[in-house]
């Protein structure tokens, strides 16, 4: 056991090493978002860092999503056993079988939402809380959906911490969207169903996009935009996110 937690503390410092960041190993008080792993508690220079090394080289050019990815702080959202790891653009663990998204996905999913400050927007997975944040940055109001109740609470109260007033949290199937408070300027899905949900499209106010991942294994990210005729779609890139799942499965 003790040789085991060793060889794992010497690969993170490895790892640390490589991507040039202070040699010490992560707290594992348990605590959410430690920041005693690290000298600046914010952590601000790792993000810049990380926006040139992974954000700028993917071709994401929107000014203001660039920024929010500099602002918010990711470490924040992941467990303290990977803080050390938040800034290198990977997806992390954040319990119950789901991951918190690869920065650069985020980042390129929400700038082709083209999304302006007036906007309100609905996001189907909120796992960590992080994609909602950056939403948060750059939108009017957004209502995110968590299916798996503790995720739902732990990243309502890691947005609360945050100073978040702009985001609602809500547990339940987000297959069905928020009928009641539809129609949304845009809409992402964070987690892939096999098709796309009608229900979204439903609630897409004319001029509104939906992004979502499309497909079983390897899925297609799909951009959907509603206009007075009907709706358009965009087939982007490959991906991989974890299924979408149904109310009735997630009961079983
Ligand atoms: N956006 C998240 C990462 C999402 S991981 C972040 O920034 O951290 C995908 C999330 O979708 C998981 O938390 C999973 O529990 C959730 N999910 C899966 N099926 C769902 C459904 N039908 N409705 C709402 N959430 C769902």
Request: glycine residues 6%; hydrophobic residues 40%.
């Amino acid at each position: 056991m003790r040789s085991l937690r060793h060889s794992s503390r010497c690969v993170m410092l490895l790892c640390a090493a490589v991507i040039g960041l202070p040699a010490v190993s992560p707290s594992c008080k348990g605590d959410r978002g430690a920041d005693s792993a690290l000298t600046s508690p914010n952590r601000q220079a790792e993000r810049y860092r990380m926006v040139d090394q992974y954000i700028l080289p993917r071709g994401i050019k929107d000014p203001a999503v660039i920024d929010a990815v500099r602002r918010v702080p990711r470490h924040r959202f992941v467990p303290a056993r990977y803080s050390l790891f938040a800034y290198i653009d990977g997806p992390l663990p954040i319990g119950h079988n789901q991951t918190i998204s690869q920065p650069s996905l985020v980042a390129e999913m929400t700038e082709q939402l083209k999304l302006k400050k007036t906007d309100k927007v609905l996001e189907i997975g909120t796992g960590s809380g992080y994609q909602a944040a950056i939403l948060a940055e750059l939108a009017d109001r957004v209502l995110t959906i968590e299916i798996v109740e503790p995720l739902a609470r732990q990243a309502e109260q890691t947005l609360a911490e945050l100073g978040y007033k702009n985001i609602r949290v809500r547990i339940g199937d987000g297959y069905r969207g928020w009928p009641e408070e539809a129609p949304f300027d845009a809409i992402i899905v964070t987690a892939a169903p096999d098709h796309v949900p009608q229900p979204l499209l439903d609630q897409l106010a004319v001029g509104g996009r939906l992004i979502l991942p499309v497909g079983r294994d390897v899925q297609t990210l799909e951009l959907h935009r509603r206009t007075a005729e009907g709706v358009e779609r965009k087939r982007l890139t490959l991906v991989r996110f974890v299924p979408l799942v149904r109310q009735e499965e997630a009961e079983k």
